[in-house]
């Protein structure tokens, strides 16, 4: 797999993201400051996001909103593979951790 050496797991969630939708740099740091609870910098993001096309994995157009391609669709279906075979027990693991997000959550 050419993607994911995973630096913390962002170029895979960044796949995984772009795999749902076509988002702009902007779009992508606000939707991984809900899932991680602080706004990652643009020295994170964009190095990561232009490495991903340098690889051919995501495009972007003239607006920068950035597209999975079929080489990175391909690269997604592999890591999450990958990914499912680290984490085949998620759901013991989230029955203890995730508990506490979902409740923190649900407070507000």
């Given at each position: 797999?050419?993607?994911?050496?995973?630096?913390?797991f962002l170029t895979y969630i960044l796949?995984?993201?772009?795999?749902?939708?076509?988002?702009?740099?902007?779009?992508?740091?606000?939707?991984?400051?809900?899932?991680?609870?602080?706004?990652?910098?643009?020295?994170?993001?964009?190095?990561?996001?232009?490495?991903?096309?340098?690889?051919?994995?995501?495009?972007?157009?003239?607006?920068?909103?950035?597209?999975?391609t079929k080489k990175g669709q391909r690269?997604?279906?592999?890591?999450?593979?990958?990914?499912?075979?680290?984490?085949?027990?998620?759901?013991?693991?989230?029955?203890?951790?995730?508990?506490?997000?979902?409740?923190?959550?649900?407070?507000?």
């Amino acid at each position: 797999m050419e993607c994911c050496g995973m630096k913390g797991f962002l170029t895979y969630i960044l796949l995984w993201m772009l795999g749902k939708k076509s988002m702009t740099g902007a779009e992508l740091s606000d939707e991984l400051e809900k899932r991680r609870g602080t706004r990652p910098s643009p020295g994170t993001i964009y190095p990561a996001l232009k490495e991903l096309r340098k690889k051919g994995l995501i495009s972007a157009d003239d607006g920068k909103v950035y597209t999975l391609t079929k080489k990175g669709q391909r690269e997604l279906n592999g890591a999450c593979t990958l990914f499912c075979n680290m984490f085949y027990d998620m759901k013991d693991m989230s029955s203890c951790s995730c508990k506490v997000k979902h409740t923190k959550k649900t407070e507000k």
